[in-house]
């Protein structure tokens, strides 16, 4: 296998156009189950090599610019969990609140010295 960025997708090509062959020359021979996977094989080495250049064409930084601009700094994700776990807590004590919390009776008023109840 090459070591060099630019070999390996030389190399990748070159292996898509031989599974190629096989593939047409199995079908040829009207073995179709055999082209269908060497067809398959040329397919992924095709887009091996595909990725392979377009690795190539990208900047060296430019992946790490990407991944270092979406990252917070450790105040910024303190904040978000130290928010949700307050928002939490008050849920936690508003459902313990509820619970705690006893129906009170309703009482009618007393109409003219008489109860409805």
Request: aromatic share 8%.
């Amino acid at each position: 296998m090459p070591i060099n960025f630019g070999e390996i997708a030389d190399y990748h090509r070159q292996e898509a156009a031989r599974y190629n062959a096989m593939a047409q020359a199995a079908r040829d021979r009207d073995s179709f189950g055999e082209a269908g996977y060497l067809a398959g094989l040329a397919a992924r080495h095709s887009e091996t090599a595909d990725e392979q250049m377009i690795g190539m064409q990208q900047q060296p930084g430019e992946s790490l610019a990407k991944r270092t601009s979406n990252c917070w700094s450790p105040e910024q994700q303190r904040f978000p969990f130290v928010a949700a776990c307050l928002l939490a807590l008050l849920r936690r004590i508003d459902s313990i609140a509820a619970a705690f919390r006893q129906p009170l009776p309703k009482r009618n008023l007393d109409v003219r010295g008489l109860s409805l109840r």
